[in-house]
């Protein structure tokens, strides 16, 4: 949701006798009084009486009922501050440099992480200098090297408290000083816009950019009125914005369609000539804040995750990254090129995130960036960092920042956040379909060969962290995407295994034995042994089943442990392809251990056998009472 606009206080700071009080009155009463107090009260203005519909508070300020202490903390209160002088005191205009800029900036300077306070000089009295004096004084000449020495002086207006003039423009002054602040954006020394402002003009152009040409043709530059300002341009307006970008840009157009270069320039344009809303309102409708970088709640919207919430891409998140890619893939080769994809990450301040990730070749290439691969990551990012993943989809252009709070107008609804895994196992069945399997096993219990296998189609890479990952697609009614992970660094296994996050993130536990290998079994089923009662669902697979089966050094055979656990058989693994079938089906019907069966326990077993034997012995008896009785 678009954070509303804030409220504006404005203080009236300068040296007795300069009007500040009869200015504060002006702004209530529309008239001058000729009775002042030495102090106004605070004055508050409603939102619907100014243009800008923002609550304004407009504070006195007055060294005969004031000290400095309470002065400073006015000023650190403050949003915009106007220094007052008369220009018919010169010595007024003097201590503006000689004291009030300093105090004010020695105040802020000690409050910190306060964030720049907008100065507004305010030329009092101008009614003293008589009408034919009014046009021909320049304004400019005296303040323009106080606002060279002082970058924090945002503009300086002349006004009268006596006639009532230029009182409500001192108002919308202060107002835009607040809410569209030229400092992030311009450099007054320079005459040119801030480094900050042109890279995050040039992402908007990018974002705007649909075919991905580098230029802004008519519909695109239509399309990003209507998205920012939400109204069509004026018949032959845009052809005047060309024009005057053609004219004073040498490489601002290029084929009639606006450049990187000409959009910049255009916007400087509206900064030199005041219209600094219009800069700063196409700079939010895409996440910017004040100090030029994304908004928080445009990057990280409320997602609603729990600890064991499943993440995966919504349609409408996977529609999004099937046009990126196909506006991205401009020859329609089916795969993006490293400058390609250096194009995508250029509108995301992260940079790339897949960064730690070293894809592996498949059957199209060595490691071509398919639409399948591209797909493939997404949803892997999803599943892993969810939180991430909104924060690129937002970056990428995905939403505008909306003025609603609508979730399906932010970034979050990119994703799909599903049931609880806990609520799944206590039903039995999800309507998922993306699932993390993780597979354990031995040293070459033949992990890494079913990833190779099983991948082969879509998508093998291996993070830096030495773990790898596998991602196939299942079709069980509908496609099911499993994601198999395993743990190549010794004792990660044993690790994640005791980890509380294990219930929490996966969705199977996949047992790998090397049926050749007489101590494989004995390992992962030590391995079961120390997962919770309330983890995910398990299945066990003998690998290299096609070599001479060797009998296992373990108390029971792999057939009896899982039969007395509730667990399905060890599924021999001779192909992959029944192996995902049994792992897809066991994820969409998940139960955890606590659900299976349990053990009989010894005493238990005991109590069995007797009852058993007490059974067979009163039919043993009661046979040969009824032979007896025949005879």
């Given at each position: 949701?678009?954070?509303?606009m804030?409220?504006?206080?404005?203080?009236?700071?300068?040296?007795r006798?300069?009007?500040?009080?009869?200015?504060?009155?002006?702004?209530?009463?529309?008239?001058f009084?000729?009775?002042?107090?030495p102090?106004?009260?605070e004055?508050?203005?409603?939102?619907?009486?100014?243009?800008?519909?923002?609550?304004?508070?407009?504070?006195?300020?007055?060294?005969?009922?004031?000290?400095?202490?309470?002065i400073?903390l006015?000023i650190?209160?403050?949003?915009?501050?106007?220094?007052?002088?008369?220009?018919?005191?010169?010595?007024?205009?003097?201590?503006?440099?000689?004291?009030?800029?300093?105090?004010?900036?020695?105040?802020?300077?000690?409050?910190?992480?306060?964030?720049?306070?907008?100065?507004i000089?305010?030329?009092?009295?101008?009614?003293?200098?008589g009408?034919?004096?009014?046009?021909?004084?320049?304004?400019?000449?005296?303040?323009?090297?106080?606002?060279?020495?002082?970058?924090?002086?945002?503009?300086?207006?002349?006004?009268s408290?006596?006639?009532?003039?230029?009182?409500?423009?001192l108002?919308?002054?202060?107002?835009?000083?607040?809410l569209?602040?030229?400092?992030?954006?311009?450099?007054?020394?320079?005459h040119?816009?801030?480094?900050?402002?042109?890279?995050?003009?040039?992402?908007?152009?990018?974002?705007?950019d649909?075919?991905?040409?580098?230029?802004?043709?008519?519909?695109?530059?239509?399309?990003?009125?209507a998205?920012c300002?939400?109204?069509?341009?004026?018949?032959?307006?845009?052809?005047?914005?060309?024009?005057?970008?053609?004219?004073?840009?040498?490489?601002?157009m290029?084929?009639?369609?606006?450049?990187?270069?000409?959009f910049?320039?255009?916007?400087?344009?509206?900064?030199?000539?005041?219209?600094?809303?219009?800069?700063?309102?196409?700079?939010?409708?895409?996440?910017?804040?004040d100090?030029?970088?994304?908004?928080?709640?445009?990057?990280?919207?409320?997602?609603g995750l729990g600890?064991?919430?499943?993440?995966?891409?919504?349609?409408?998140?996977?529609?999004?990254?099937?046009?990126?890619?196909?506006?991205?893939?401009?020859?329609?080769?089916?795969?993006?090129?490293?400058?390609?994809?250096?194009?995508?990450?250029?509108t995301?301040?992260?940079?790339?995130?897949w960064?730690?990730?070293?894809?592996?070749?498949?059957?199209?290439?060595?490691?071509?960036?398919?639409?399948?691969?591209?797909?493939?990551?997404?949803?892997?990012l999803?599943l892993?960092?969810?939180?991430?993943?909104v924060?690129?989809?937002?970056?990428?252009?995905?939403?505008?920042?909306?003025?609603t709070?609508?979730?399906?107008?932010s970034?979050?609804?990119?994703?799909?956040?599903?049931?609880s895994?806990r609520?799944?196992?206590?039903?039995?069945?999800?309507?998922?379909?993306?699932?993390?399997?993780?597979?354990?096993?031995?040293?070459?219990?033949?992990k890494s060969?079913?990833?190779?296998?099983?991948?082969?189609?879509?998508?093998?890479?291996?993070?830096l962290?030495?773990?790898?990952?596998?991602?196939?697609?299942?079709?069980?009614?509908?496609?099911?995407?499993?994601?198999?992970?395993?743990?190549?660094?010794?004792?990660?296994?044993?690790?994640?295994?005791?980890?509380?996050?294990?219930?929490?993130?996966?969705?199977?536990?996949?047992?790998?034995?090397?049926?050749?290998?007489?101590?494989?079994?004995?390992?992962?089923?030590?391995?079961h042994?120390?997962?919770?009662?309330?983890?995910?669902?398990?299945?066990?697979?003998?690998?290299?089943?096609?070599?001479k089966?060797?009998?296992?050094?373990?108390?029971?055979?792999?057939?009896?442990?899982?039969?007395?656990?509730?667990?399905?058989p060890?599924?021999?693994?001779?192909?992959?392809?029944?192996?995902?079938?049994?792992?897809?089906?066991?994820?969409?019907?998940?139960?955890s251990?606590?659900?299976?069966?349990?053990?009989?326990?010894?005493?238990?077993?005991?109590?069995t056998?007797?009852?058993?034997v007490?059974?067979?012995?009163?039919i043993?008896?009661?046979?040969?009472?009824?032979?007896?009785?025949?005879?």
């Amino acid at each position: 949701q678009k954070p509303k606009m804030k409220d504006v206080r404005i203080l009236l700071v300068g040296d007795r006798g300069t009007g500040k009080t009869s200015l504060v009155l002006a702004v209530v009463k529309e008239r001058f009084e000729t009775q002042v107090p030495p102090k106004a009260e605070e004055v508050v203005i409603p939102p619907d009486i100014t243009a800008a519909r923002v609550a304004t508070y407009v504070v006195d300020s007055s060294l005969r009922v004031q000290d400095e202490e309470e002065i400073e903390l006015e000023i650190r209160k403050a949003s915009v501050v106007c220094i007052v002088y008369a220009v018919d005191d010169q010595a007024s205009f003097i201590r503006i440099t000689n004291h009030w800029l300093p105090v004010i900036r020695r105040t802020l300077a000690a409050a910190e992480g306060r964030p720049r306070v907008p100065v507004i000089l305010v030329g009092n009295k101008v009614d003293t200098r008589g009408d034919d004096d009014l046009s021909a004084h320049s304004l400019e000449t005296e303040t323009v090297p106080i606002m060279n020495d002082f970058p924090e002086v945002e503009t300086c207006i002349e006004c009268s408290a006596k006639r009532v003039m230029n009182i409500s423009e001192l108002i919308a002054f202060a107002q835009k000083a607040v809410l569209y602040p030229s400092a992030p954006l311009y450099d007054s020394l320079s005459h040119a816009l801030t480094p900050g402002a042109v890279s995050a003009l040039s992402r908007v152009f990018r974002l705007c950019d649909a075919d991905k040409d580098g230029l802004l043709n008519d519909n695109e530059l239509l399309a990003f009125q209507a998205t920012c300002f939400s109204s069509p341009l004026p018949t032959g307006e845009l052809a005047g914005l060309k024009e005057v970008v053609s004219n004073s840009c040498p490489d601002g157009m290029r084929d009639n369609a606006l450049t990187c270069s000409g959009f910049v320039y255009l916007n400087r344009l509206f900064i030199e000539r005041g219209h600094l809303e219009t800069t700063w309102t196409v700079l939010r409708r895409y996440g910017y804040q004040d100090d030029l970088t994304l908004h928080p709640d445009f990057l990280h919207p409320p997602l609603g995750l729990g600890a064991d919430t499943p993440v995966e891409l919504s349609a409408a998140g996977e529609a999004f990254l099937r046009d990126l890619f196909r506006r991205l893939d401009k020859g329609a080769t089916g795969a993006l090129s490293a400058e390609q994809l250096h194009e995508l990450w250029a509108t995301a301040p992260a940079g790339d995130p897949w960064e730690e990730f070293a894809l592996a070749p498949g059957p199209d290439g060595p490691a071509a960036m398919t639409l399948e691969r591209f797909l493939s990551l997404w949803t892997l990012l999803a599943l892993d960092n969810p939180r991430l993943a909104v924060e690129y989809f937002a970056s990428l252009g995905y939403r505008t920042f909306s003025d609603t709070s609508d979730p399906a107008a932010s970034a979050a609804s990119a994703i799909t956040v599903g049931r609880s895994r806990r609520v799944d196992r206590e039903a039995g069945y999800t309507t998922r379909s993306v699932f993390l399997v993780y597979v354990f096993g031995q040293e070459n219990s033949g992990k890494s060969t079913l990833l190779d296998r099983a991948g082969s189609h879509t998508l093998v890479h291996t993070p830096l962290s030495g773990h790898k990952t596998a991602m196939v697609s299942v079709t069980r009614g509908t496609p099911v995407t499993l994601v198999l992970r395993e743990f190549a660094v010794p004792g990660a296994d044993a690790d994640v295994l005791a980890a509380p996050a294990l219930r929490d993130t996966c969705d199977l536990a996949l047992f790998l034995y090397d049926t050749s290998d007489p101590t494989s079994f004995g390992y992962v089923a030590a391995l079961h042994a120390r997962m919770a009662a309330d983890g995910p669902p398990c299945l066990f697979a003998a690998t290299k089943a096609d070599l001479k089966a060797q009998s296992q050094d373990f108390p029971e055979t792999p057939t009896d442990f899982c039969a007395r656990r509730g667990l399905p058989p060890p599924l021999p693994v001779r192909d992959v392809g029944p192996l995902l079938v049994a792992a897809a089906d066991l994820c969409l019907s998940p139960r955890s251990a606590s659900h299976a069966p349990a053990p009989p326990s010894a005493a238990r077993r005991l109590a069995t056998a007797v009852l058993l034997v007490g059974a067979l012995a009163g039919i043993a008896f009661g046979l040969a009472r009824f032979a007896r009785l025949r005879r």
